[in-house]
């Protein structure tokens, strides 16, 4: 332990480093993301300084006193092995001490360290890869819906939809992901103005070169979730990922079709009462950091 390891809160001019770091960890950070968990929770965001230089950050966002996520966990890879991230770790553990649930994505490698911290595991989590364009054919069958612009509907509509289809409601987190003017937001609205579903495609930087994210992706049924599918990689062709919880089955079937591959898996894993609410309408995760 280094006595004389400094952790404060993130400044905006660290923000491109911790990009950097995300970037080379394989995180495939999108664009403006990492402002947007600093606005979440803005006592939510450290770093570790180490003689005035950055080593490390961590995430231990609260979403209320219900819930709460840990994330964004990077020791630089020079400073490893040396107990700068564990009292990061206790950081972020302590700002979230009065949190009902806390929630994290956990490597493989790393899932029997945070199960020592009390943290159970809840249901794997896939990235899925897909790569070109949708073949060009009949414009999909919207049953009564329309597929609209989510910048021309009333935020509340699409935070109401969210709120109880997710382990807490996150009004200020979905506010700044879904106005972020990088991407596109798509929802599905029948003609009494509610919403069934809804999803965000946003830039992001690979390990080499860039691409694309979805994330949320949330719709009443696999049906209307691959309409919005078609929808984002039809606007954005290229390199795209999406985060998929285990807990809805229906989510690989549909990666499969529309010609995605797993690339890589965590585990979702929660330390308190785990969340209650069904993941069944949930195709792809906002992001890994916060959940």
Not at 4 to 33: N, Y
Not at 53 to 61: K, P, Q, R, W
Not at 225 to 233: I, Q, V
């Amino acid at each position: 332990m280094a006595p004389s390891l400094e952790i404060r809160a993130l400044h905006g001019g660290d923000i491109p480093l911790i990009v950097d770091w995300a970037r080379a960890e394989g995180f495939c950070p999108g664009h403006g993301d990492v402002e947007i968990y600093r606005q979440t929770d803005s006592q939510g965001l450290w770093v570790a300084c180490l003689h005035q230089e950055l080593i490390g950050c961590i995430a231990g966002v609260r979403y209320s006193q219900a819930y709460g996520f840990i994330g964004l966990f990077i020791v630089a890879p020079q400073h490893r092995g040396r107990g700068y991230g564990l009292q990061l770790w206790r950081h972020a553990l302590e700002h979230l001490a009065d949190v009902a649930c806390i929630g994290l994505e956990a490597a493989p490698e790393r899932i029997a360290d945070y199960a020592s911290w009390g943290f159970q595991p809840a249901s794997p989590t896939s990235r899925w890869r897909r790569q070109g364009s949708i073949a060009p054919g009949p414009p999909p069958e919207l049953p009564g819906l329309a597929l609209v612009e989510a910048a021309t509907l009333p935020d509340q509509m699409v935070q109401a939809y969210d709120a109880v289809r997710e382990p807490s409601p996150r009004p200020h987190f979905l506010r700044d992901w879904l106005d972020h003017p990088a991407g596109t937001v798509l929802a599905l609205v029948d003609p009494l103005g509610q919403c069934h579903g809804f999803g965000r495609i946003r830039p992001c930087l690979l390990p080499q070169g860039s691409g694309w994210r979805i994330g949320p992706l949330l719709a009443d049924s696999p049906g209307l979730a691959e309409l919005l599918l078609l929808g984002l990689l039809d606007r954005h062709p290229g390199v795209v990922l999406l985060d998929a919880p285990g807990a809805n089955p229906a989510a690989a079937a549909l990666m499969g079709k529309l010609g995605f591959t797993a690339s890589s898996a965590t585990l979702r894993m929660y330390r308190g009462a785990q969340p209650s609410v069904s993941l069944a309408d949930v195709y792809g995760l906002a992001c890994l950091e916060l959940g």
